[in-house]
């Protein structure tokens, strides 16, 4: 696929990952008349069940990473922990949108944190941290409440630790579970946002509003479309994600979870080149939702418009919450959205629902 080339319809997207995200992602291509053929390692994966193909192997299996290229016209991904050598090795043989480079920096906090800084936007104060003595050093340059964190792999809470007054630090670090960590300094937040930006081949973005996040046990719970934020907020929030994607050269949607600080501050807190549990409001509350628009931006066609013709709260469905679904789609206006996972495990996203509101009127208690 030439840059400057759209896909035909008929061609075929390869992702990687099968996750919920690829599944939602694949209903919007075939929408506009795309294939997807989903590379994961699991069988049965929620991808899967609504691809026209599935390869079973693993991300480092380079024989059928090979054969895998060769059946697709272009490649992206729904989570960011595919190894970035999967993404390079791909690279070579077929386009892949977004680039590894955005998959290299979004996969490590580190890499991500400096990355983010070096474009002249703010995060946490943070200290790279390799052992329980650095850990020391850290915290007694950042002070207590901190947050220890793993620099990869880490999601929905996983391999973090909080450090307050009374955490022995030999132990937070065993619990972190990981060689290289992160400290980041304590953030006194007003609320937690996000911004979804997508940018297409030709390099136009098109930003999403800023939304509001509220978790539970450090997952996603909630999510108020739009954000009560001051229009300057709103417009400092679209702009970092605007630069961070530009920075990036990015192609596809990049997703940025972002604290306001009780003083009025934006921070940025994490980079996600993929779609994001945040945008989900965009399916039934925008022109274009998240997963039409990445389609989109990764098969070079024009970005889809995104007016917003209502206000939204998108609730998750989370573990045995799924069992709720009866009383869903009874609900007049409610919309249901399942994944198709087997077992409702504790954590586990099972689906959302989205609920929506005339402009101005989401409700916020």
């Given at each position: 696929?030439?840059?400057?080339?759209?896909?035909?319809?008929?061609?075929?997207?390869?992702?990687?990952?099968?996750?919920?995200?690829?599944?939602?992602?694949?209903?919007?291509?075939?929408?506009?008349?795309?294939?997807?053929?989903?590379?994961?390692?699991?069988?049965?994966?929620?991808?899967?069940?609504?691809?026209?193909?599935?390869?079973?192997?693993?991300?480092?299996?380079?024989?059928?990473?090979?054969?895998?290229?060769?059946?697709?016209?272009?490649?992206?991904?729904?989570?960011?922990?595919?190894?970035?050598?999967?993404?390079?090795?791909?690279?070579?043989?077929?386009?892949?949108?977004?680039?590894?480079?955005?998959?290299?920096?979004?996969?490590?906090?580190?890499?991500?944190?400096?990355?983010?800084?070096?474009?002249?936007?703010?995060?946490?104060?943070?200290?790279?941290?390799?052992?329980?003595?650095?850990?020391?050093?850290?915290?007694?340059?950042?002070?207590?409440?901190?947050?220890?964190?793993?620099?990869?792999?880490?999601?929905?809470?996983?391999?973090?630790v909080k450090i307050d007054a009374s955490t022995d630090l030999a132990e937070a670090w065993k619990r972190m579970g990981s060689?290289?960590?992160?400290?980041?300094?304590?953030?006194?937040?007003?609320?937690?946002?996000?911004?979804?930006?997508?940018?297409?081949?030709?390099?136009?973005?098109?930003?999403?509003?800023?939304?509001?996040?509220?978790?539970?046990?450090?997952?996603?719970?909630?999510?108020?479309?739009?954000?009560?934020?001051?229009?300057?907020?709103?417009?400092?929030?679209?702009?970092?994600?605007?630069?961070?994607?530009?920075?990036?050269?990015?192609?596809?949607?990049?997703?940025?979870?972002?604290?306001?600080?009780?003083?009025?501050?934006?921070?940025?807190?994490?980079?996600?080149?993929?779609?994001?549990?945040?945008?989900?409001?965009?399916?039934?509350?925008?022109?274009?939702?998240?997963?039409?628009?990445?389609?989109?931006?990764?098969?070079?066609?024009?970005?889809?418009?995104?007016?917003?013709?209502?206000?939204?709260?998108?609730?998750?469905?989370?573990?045995?919450?799924?069992?709720?679904?009866?009383?869903?789609?009874?609900?007049?206006?409610?919309?249901?959205?399942?994944?198709?996972?087997?077992?409702?495990?504790?954590?586990?996203?099972?689906?959302?629902?989205?609920?929506?509101?005339?402009?101005?009127?989401?409700?916020?208690?």
């Amino acid at each position: 696929m030439a840059d400057n080339k759209p896909l035909p319809p008929g061609s075929t997207i390869g992702m990687l990952g099968g996750g919920q995200l690829g599944r939602m992602t694949a209903l919007a291509a075939a929408n506009l008349g795309y294939r997807v053929h989903v590379f994961c390692p699991d069988r049965d994966n929620p991808t899967a069940q609504v691809s026209s193909a599935a390869t079973v192997a693993a991300y480092e299996d380079e024989t059928a990473l090979a054969r895998f290229a060769g059946m697709v016209d272009v490649v992206t991904y729904e989570f960011e922990n595919v190894p970035d050598v999967t993404a390079r090795l791909l690279a070579a043989r077929v386009p892949v949108r977004p680039g590894p480079e955005a998959l290299r920096v979004a996969q490590d906090r580190i890499v991500e944190k400096d990355f983010v800084n070096k474009c002249g936007v703010r995060t946490a104060a943070w200290r790279q941290v390799d052992g329980v003595a650095e850990l020391d050093t850290a915290v007694a340059a950042l002070g207590r409440p901190a947050v220890l964190k793993s620099t990869r792999l880490g999601y929905d809470g996983k391999g973090q630790v909080k450090i307050d007054a009374s955490t022995d630090l030999a132990e937070a670090w065993k619990r972190m579970g990981s060689r290289h960590g992160i400290l980041e300094g304590f953030v006194d937040f007003a609320c937690e946002i996000s911004v979804i930006v997508a940018r297409g081949a030709d390099g136009a973005m098109a930003p999403y509003p800023a939304v509001e996040n509220r978790h539970v046990n450090h997952i996603l719970d909630t999510t108020i479309a739009p954000a009560a934020l001051s229009k300057a907020q709103a417009s400092e929030a679209e702009g970092i994600a605007r630069a961070l994607a530009r920075a990036l050269d990015l192609v596809g949607l990049l997703a940025i979870e972002m604290f306001l600080t009780r003083g009025g501050e934006i921070l940025v807190n994490e980079l996600a080149p993929r779609p994001h549990n945040s945008g989900h409001w965009t399916m039934d509350a925008c022109r274009t939702s998240q997963f039409e628009q990445f389609v989109r931006a990764v098969a070079g066609l024009p970005l889809g418009a995104i007016d917003r013709h209502a206000d939204a709260v998108m609730k998750n469905l989370i573990g045995a919450e799924v069992e709720t679904w009866p009383a869903i789609v009874a609900e007049p206006g409610a919309k249901l959205h399942l994944y198709g996972k087997a077992e409702a495990r504790p954590g586990r996203k099972m689906g959302h629902v989205n609920r929506l509101y005339p402009l101005g009127e989401a409700p916020r208690g």
